[in-house]
């Protein structure tokens, strides 16, 4: 069983920063990706940001610039620093991992950015 536990979310100012991060554990065998993904009410989920085991990146294009992805392959985790946060950036962030041909999901942290 794989468990993922995310923290760092919070009330935030336009123009503010957060780190979330995300740490993995359980029956984890061949990790290929770590990431996150995001979900504002009414709206699908969508892509943040994903690392590689090697350490390839892909951004969201909403974020590029703003956000960075980083992992800890020893440890499992991943982490999330986010600059320059905007009113659009409000959501649910959700840590994922890819395992093989499976994909596992945290149980989300809210993340508000408002003056």
């Known amino acids: 069983q794989v468990q993922l536990v995310e923290s760092g979310g919070g009330l935030v100012q336009p123009g503010g920063s957060l780190r979330l991060s995300c740490a993995a554990s359980?029956?984890?065998?061949?990790?290929?990706?770590m990431g996150w993904y995001r979900q504002a009410p009414g709206k699908q989920r969508e892509l943040v940001a994903i690392?590689?085991?090697?350490?390839?990146?892909v951004y969201g294009d909403s974020v590029k610039g703003r956000f960075t992805i980083s992992r800890d392959n020893a440890k499992n985790t991943v982490a999330l620093q986010m600059n320059s946060l905007k009113p659009e950036d409000t959501a649910v962030y959700y840590c994922?991992?890819?395992?093989?041909?499976?994909?596992?999901w945290g149980q989300g942290t809210q993340v508000i950015v408002s003056s």
């Open positions: 994922n991992l890819g395992v093989g041909s499976s994909h596992y």
């Open positions: 690392i590689t085991t090697g350490g390839s990146t």
């Open positions: 359980g029956s984890i065998f061949s990790i290929n990706s």
